[in-house]
C-alpha cells in the first residue's frame, strides 16, 4: 500500500461550484501537509501548507487536515476554468523527501 | 532567471546511452530532489541530498546516480539508458523540512 492515496479522478465541475479534493496517509509520522498544483507541461508549484490538524483558509482556497483520521482535503471555493489543473498532495516527516499523492484531474467548465 | 532551472527542456536518447540531466537552484536552499513523474503513477522519489555532502536514495534509485557539485548543483545521471526511464524529471529544491519545495519546469526524457 502506497503511503499516500489520492483518487486520480478526473473531476468536472461547473464553473462557479465547491471543489473537494481528498488525501488519505498511512503514516501517522508525518508532520507538514502540502497541496501543489500543476499545469499541463509544467512544474508543480505550493498552493497551500499546513502543520497541524485543522483548516487553513487562503483566498478561494481552503485546507483541512485531520491528523485522528488521516485525511487531509483541500478546498476550493467559486472554482474557475482558470483553476483547471492536477493537484497533488504531499506531506513529509522530518529528516525525509515529500511524499507525493497521484494527482486529481481537475476540469472546470464554463 | 527562474529559481530551479533544469536542462536539457527535452532530450531522446537511445537505450544503452549515458545521459545527465542538470538542475541549478537560485534560492539558497541546502536541500535539492530528483524526482520522476509518470502519467498514473505521479511523482516518485529518485534521490535527495540534504547538504553538499549528504546523498541519499529515494524510492526508485536503480538505474540513475546522482552528483551534488555545489549547494546550488544537483545533476542526475542515467548510466546506461533503459526505455522504461522515458518519463518527465523534475529537480526541486527545500529550505528546513517542513518548507514547500520549488521546482523546475521539468525535463522530458525519451529513451528509444
Known amino acids: 500500500q502506497k503511503e499516500v492515496e489520492q483518487d486520480p479522478g478526473p473531476l468536472s465541475v461547473p464553473e462557479g461550484a465547491i471543489v473537494s479534493l481528498n488525501c488519505t496517509y498511512s503514516?501517522?509520522?508525518?508532520?507538514?501537509f502540502m497541496w501543489y498544483r500543476q499545469y499541463s507541461r509544467k512544474g508543480p508549484e505550493l498552493l497551500m501548507y499546513?502543520?497541524?490538524?485543522g483548516n487553513k483558509e487562503d483566498g478561494r482556497f481552503t485546507a483541512q487536515v485531520d491528523k485522528s483520521s488521516k485525511y487531509i482535503s483541500l478546498f476550493i471555493r467559486d472554482s474557475q476554468p482558470s483553476d483547471s489543473a492536477t493537484y497533488l498532495c504531499?506531506?513529509?516527516?522530518?529528516?525525509?523527501?515529500?511524499?507525493f499523492g497521484k494527482g486529481t484531474s481537475l476540469l472546470v467548465t464554463p | 532567471d527562474a529559481d530551479v532551472t533544469q536542462t536539457p527542456r527535452n532530450r531522446i536518447t537511445k537505450t544503452g546511452k549515458r545521459i545527465m540531466l542538470e538542475c541549478s537552484q537560485t534560492k539558497g536552499h541546502d536541500r535539492m530532489y530528483w524526482y520522476r513523474q509518470d502519467p498514473g503513477l505521479g511523482l516518485r522519489l529518485i534521490y535527495y541530498s540534504f547538504d553538499v555532502k549528504d546523498i541519499n536514495k529515494g524510492e526508485i534509485s536503480d538505474g540513475y546516480s546522482v552528483s551534488r557539485q555545489a549547494q546550488a548543483k544537483f545533476s542526475l545521471s542515467l548510466e546506461s539508458a533503459i526505455p522504461n526511464q522515458t518519463a518527465l524529471y523534475f529537480c526541486?529544491?527545500?529550505?528546513?523540512?517542513?518548507?514547500?519545495?520549488?521546482f523546475g519546469s521539468g525535463t522530458r526524457l525519451t529513451v528509444v
Open positions: 526541486a529544491t527545500s529550505g528546513s523540512a517542513g518548507q514547500g519545495y520549488t
Open positions: 503514516n501517522s509520522a508525518f508532520q507538514y
Open positions: 499546513t502543520y497541524s490538524s
Open positions: 504531499a506531506m513529509v516527516n522530518s529528516g525525509y523527501a515529500l511524499n
